[in-house]
Nanobody, 126 residues
Framework: QVQLVESGGGLVQLGGSLRLSCTAS????????IGWFRQAPGKEREGVSC????????YYADSVKGRFTISRDNAKNTVYLQMKSLKPEDTAVYYC???????????????????WGQGTQVTVSS
């Protein structure tokens, strides 16, 4: 099973920026879905952004549209999440995940993913 390692989290002030990285232990095909998810204390895990397995398009949760950008570098087996205009409600542990079968906007549903990283904490202070 592919291993995923997230990095880039930290403490940032309101309005600040961070870039998260997720590096896979082996090649992940463009036809695999890969996404970013987050979980705040006491809340359910939610999808943030993803590449789907069907059309390889990018999808974003409404709460992050216009502020977050997902990108990938296949040569480095790495997916990035550039986060700008951060808000306190973005505070959470951020995870990346991959799976062969998460088509369309279903790639925003964490239940469609089997392989997960350990997570990286993002804290936005006001």
């Amino acid at each position: 099973q592919v291993q995923l390692v997230e990095s880039g989290g930290g403490l940032v002030q309101l309005g600040g920026s961070l870039r998260l990285s997720c590096t896979a232990s082996e090649f992940t095909s463009d036809y695999y879905a890969i996404g970013w998810f987050r979980q705040a204390p006491g809340k359910e895990r939610e999808g943030v952004s993803c590449f789907s397995s069907s059309d390889r398009r990018r999808y974003y949760a409404d709460s992050v549209k216009g502020r977050f950008t997902i990108s990938r570098d296949n040569a480095k087996n790495t997916v990035y999440l550039q986060m700008k205009s951060l808000k306190p409600e973005d505070t959470a542990v951020y995870y990346c995940a991959t799976d062969w079968n998460a088509p369309g906007d279903r790639c925003l549903d964490y239940r469609n993913f089997d392989s997960w990283g350990q997570g990286t904490q993002v804290t936005v202070s006001s």
